[in-house]
Structure formats: structure tokens, C-alpha cells
């Protein structure tokens, strides 16, 4: 038997980063989401997020590679959120996305981190935010591409 933990923190927006999830409409899709992860056989540790975007942290499936993962998780929740007119003319999600490995010691500073989007966002723009996590695990990234 295998044993493996692939802990992410995953981060991605709203197409053109519109600010299109409303408070009263965001734990629909979180529980959409969570659907989905439990599904895939991935454990959701916590999401969250603001009108423009959601964070993550996932324990991904062995069997399952990281984009493919998140690549299906756009298209379901895009389809769902049209099908179900959540969001008028939603537009789905940005292609692009962030997902930053953790380590296990770093969970629980993760999962508040997340839990504490609405307070942090009061401070801290999106693109400042995305700066702050990559230096901190020394992503390799060009400012120029975050939009």
C-alpha cells in the first residue's frame, strides 16, 4: 500500500475577476465544491473566500494529478452554478489558478488564513495577497501575469 499526503492550498477567481459571489450565494457553492472533493476522494480541510475568488486546502486523492483535478472542478461547479441560475450569466472561472503544497505543521495556519478572507481582504488586495503567498513559498511568478 501507498501512503501519501498532497496538501494544497488552492487559489482561483471568478472570470475577469468579477465580483460575483454575493455572501448569500457563496456556501451553496462551497458545498458544491465539497461535494465534488469528497467525491474525487480528496479531503476539503477548508474553503472560502470573497466576491472574486475562493481558497482552498485539499488533501488531493493519490490517484488524481493536481490540474486535472482543478480543471474538473471549474468545469463542474461552471456547469452547476449555469444549470441551477445561481449566478446570472456567469461567466465561469479563470483559467489560470494558484495551488501552493503545504506541509502538514502548516494546516492549521492555513485553515485560518482562509477562514479569515472577509478581515484580510479589508487590508490586503487580491494581487497583494497572491504576492505575499507566493514569496512565501517561493513561487517563481511574473507580476506582469497577475490580473
Known amino acids: 500500500m501507498s501512503y501519501v499526503q498532497s496538501y494544497y492550498h488552492i487559489v ?13 450565494i457563496r456556501e451553496d457553492i462551497y458545498k458544491y465544491i ?7 476522494g480528496c ?4 474553503i472560502g473566500g470573497i466576491e472574486d475568488h475562493i481558497h482552498m486546502l485539499i488533501n488531493l486523492h493519490t490517484s488524481l494529478c ?6 474538473d472542478l471549474k468545469t463542474s461547479t461552471t ?3 449555469k444549470s441551477e441560475n445561481i449566478i446570472s450569466k456567469f461567466p465561469g472561472w479563470q483559467s489560470e489558478y494558484a495551488a501552493i503544497s503545504k506541509s502538514f505543521n502548516e494546516l492549521p495556519v492555513t485553515i485560518e488564513y482562509i477562514k479569515n478572507q472577509e478581515d484580510h481582504h479589508k ?3 487580491w494581487k ?6 507566493f514569496d512565501s513559498a517561493g513561487v517563481d511568478y511574473k507580476k506582469e501575469f497577475l490580473k
Open 123 to 125: 487590508k490586503m488586495t
Open 43 to 46: 479531503y476539503l480541510y477548508r
Open 12 to 24: 482561483f477567481s471568478v472570470k475577469e475577476r468579477l465580483p460575483l459571489l454575493k455572501q448569500d
Open 34 to 40: 465539497w461535494g465534488i472533493c469528497k467525491n474525487k
Open 79 to 81: 456547469t452547476w452554478i
Open 128 to 133: 497583494e495577497e497572491l504576492i505575499t503567498l
Open 66 to 71: 493536481l490540474a486535472d483535478f482543478i480543471r
